[in-house]
């Protein structure tokens, strides 16, 4: 009798808990709580809005708008949706990464129900005209979602006054715990379930809740949100020192992406006459952890899908290096990279 009085109590706790996180992602974009669903991750969190979105709203029609530099969360679910029948229209990119507004615009049909940017770029940084997209999305009656994995925690977001309807998001990219993330969805947008099951999450996305992992989602999104500007300003110092130091000493070094536009901590170069793989096996050695591509990717040989997007050839795009700075990270340690950088790519192009 007393176990299950514990167990019912437990219950309880752990439900606070959850609503508790969920006001702290709502408070943290302009949401409401009704409006947060919790989800394991950010591609489950993408895969929930495309299907679902393309689900409830293919008696209206059956017409997409993305872009070629998405994460593969979202081109492989526009390949499932092409698939069953949709019809999906993937934007150019320009050669920082930016999508054109006219281009669009002029994309857009009878029949498009969902649009779909990503907020800011995985691999290059460039953060698109979110604003404006979900401006135009509104204008045209259609629901706009966009992927701010990435974007969360280091940029502002407003999901009203930017017009967003759904947005995707992951713990581990502010810090949070690894393995669950949350997607926001506008109230009164209409979306179909894509997990059969109990009825959790309302009904829209069931599974048992990692609550450990939803309280530490909701605590780590609120410590990021609040202390952003200082973040941002730190990271974006250690950022272009890092540019300029690689600039100075590495011949031919090009920087991919936005040169001012791109995420604070966000650096993606590409050097001629190497290997990505090569450098990436020896700054390992040196406990010095990057990326050639996306991390979703890794394991792969062909080159970037973003890189050769913005128009690198597939050498120059074998050839790329990505960094990522966190919070904990120094001048010191931009200099220790930086030499570590120069030091392999000089033996290597020996």
Known sequence: METHLLYILNGREAKRAIEKARERVANAIGAKPKEIYFTSCGSE???L?????????KNKGKHIITSKIEHPAILNTCKTLQKQGFDVTY??????GNISLQELENAIREDTILISIMFANNEIGTIQPIQEIGNIAKKHKIIFHTDSVQAIGNVNINVEKMNIDLMSMSAHKFYGPKG????????KVQFDRIQDGGHQE???RSGTENVAGIVGLGKAIEIATQNLSEYNKKLTNLRNYYISEIEKNIPEAKLNGSRSNRLPGNINFSFPYIEGEELLLKLDEAYICASAGSACSSGTSSPSHVLVSIGLSKELANGSLRITIGEENTKEDIDFLVNKVKEIIQEIRK
């Open 45 to 47: 969190s993408d895969n």
């Open 49 to 57: 809005a495309l299907k679902g979105i393309a689900y409830a709203n």
């Open 91 to 96: 934007l150019h990119v320009d050669s920082d």
């Open 180 to 187: 669950v993330g949350c997607l926001y969805v506008k109230d």
């Open 202 to 204: 309302k009904d829209k």
